[in-house]
Nanobody, 124 residues
Framework: QVQLVESGGGLVQAEGSLRLSCAAS????????MGWFRQAPGKEREFVAT????????RYADSVKGRFTISRDNAKNTVYLQMNSLKPEDTAVYYC?????????????????WGQGTQVTVSS
């Protein structure tokens, strides 16, 4: 069983920055591919970013490309999402997820474990 705990959410003004963290326990973190998803009120959960188990490959949703950066520290069992130039439309609950497949995936169904989420609110 894998436990994922997100942190770092909060309220920020437009054009500001936040860094989300997701700490994993209960597994060999370095064998899992990791992803970030988000869900805005009244909308479906959507893909944001994903990173391979080694950290060598990352992919992003078009809506965040160039503004968000996913990274991981396997020694700390943690994956990060650096969010810059935030927009009000980035407001959502952000979830991290782990896939035993180890690679990068953008579909929710490819992930085996999910965190509880952290709220990000961007004011205009």
């Amino acid at each position: 069983q894998v436990q994922l705990v997100e942190s770092g959410g909060g309220l920020v003004q437009a054009e500001g920055s936040l860094r989300l963290s997701c700490a994993a326990s209960g597994t060999t973190f370095s064998t899992y591919g990791m992803g970030w998803f988000r869900q805005a009120p009244g909308k479906e959960r959507e893909f944001v970013a994903t990173i391979s188990r080694s950290g060598g490959i990352a992919r992003y949703a078009d809506s965040v490309k160039g503004r968000f950066t996913i990274s991981r520290d396997n020694a700390k069992n943690t994956v990060y999402l650096q969010m810059n130039s935030l927009k009000p439309e980035d407001t959502a609950v952000y979830y991290c997820a782990a896939t035993a497949a180890g690679y990068t995936y953008s579909r929710m169904g490819d992930y085996d474990y999910w965190g509880q989420g952290t709220q990000v609110t961007v004011s205009s």
